[in-house]
């Protein structure tokens, strides 16, 4: 199946999703070859063998196949694992990335907040203030939104010092140089890599 995923055969992909959720394998293995699948994928359009519309394709036979697991991607406890508000920074109406994180934080048994997309530096603020999350997560995925984006840390920060270890922004246009320059250490670049970010920062600095 990651063949399939990995040659953007959607139909293909999908209908052996299918067959192999019937057949009783594991759906977080299923769910982690997708996953795979669009790592795989990335690598090739950064290494210039696919081109964007290789992006978009995976981009929805991903949302495709969450969709069909859904059903079995049970949400653990509220609140066992922590609280997490996220949102697409202002600016930026992509959700996929956001919406595949959600899924993985609630199924990890994380509270999950989403304030939805081209969410304003005040909404983050407020829910901050009110909700005291043990993480605050920000997507980033066009570049001319990086400028909001570094408002945004620096408003949380700057007024709401609970959140200065607990900002997490991730997206496909990050790397480790517009990380520094938004000012936060704590980045990732899919949703696998931000589930393990939040899961340490519950089990070295709970919210109090």
């Known amino acids: ?34 996953m795979e699948g669009m ?8 290494t210039g063998v696919y081109f964007i519309a290789a992006l978009i394709m995976a981009g929805e036979i991903m949302r ?26 202002e600016g930026d109406i992509h959700d996929l990335g956001k919406n595949l994180f959600a899924l993985l934080l609630n199924c990890n048994g994380f509270e999950v907040i989403d304030l939805g997309v081209d969410v304003p530096v005040v ?19 066009l570049t001319t939104s990086v400028e909001y984006l570094k408002d945004a840390v620096k408003v949380l920060a700057d007024e709401f010092p609970f959140a200065k270890n607990r900002i997490v922004v991730g997206g496909t246009c990050l790397d480790a140089r517009l990380a520094e320059y938004v ?4 980045w990732a670049r899919d949703a696998a890599e931000g589930l393990k970010i939040c899961q340490k920062i519950v089990h070295t600095n709970p919210a109090v």
């Open 123 to 141: 909404n983050f603020l407020q829910k901050a203030r009110e909700l005291k999350p043990d993480a605050i997560c920000i997507s980033c995925v």
């Open 39 to 46: 790592r795989r994928v990335g690598t090739k359009f950064e």
């Open 1 to 34: 199946m990651l063949d399939l995923i990995v040659q953007l055969k959607e139909e293909e992909s999908l209908a052996e999703l299918k067959s192999m959720l019937a057949e009783g394998v594991d759906h977080r293995d299923l769910l982690a070859c997708f």
């Open 183 to 186: 000012g936060v250490s704590l």
């Open 64 to 89: 495709s196949a969450t969709e069909i697991l859904r059903p079995y991607l049970k949400p653990g406890h509220p609140n066992n694992k922590g609280r997490v508000l996220i949102g697409t920074i």
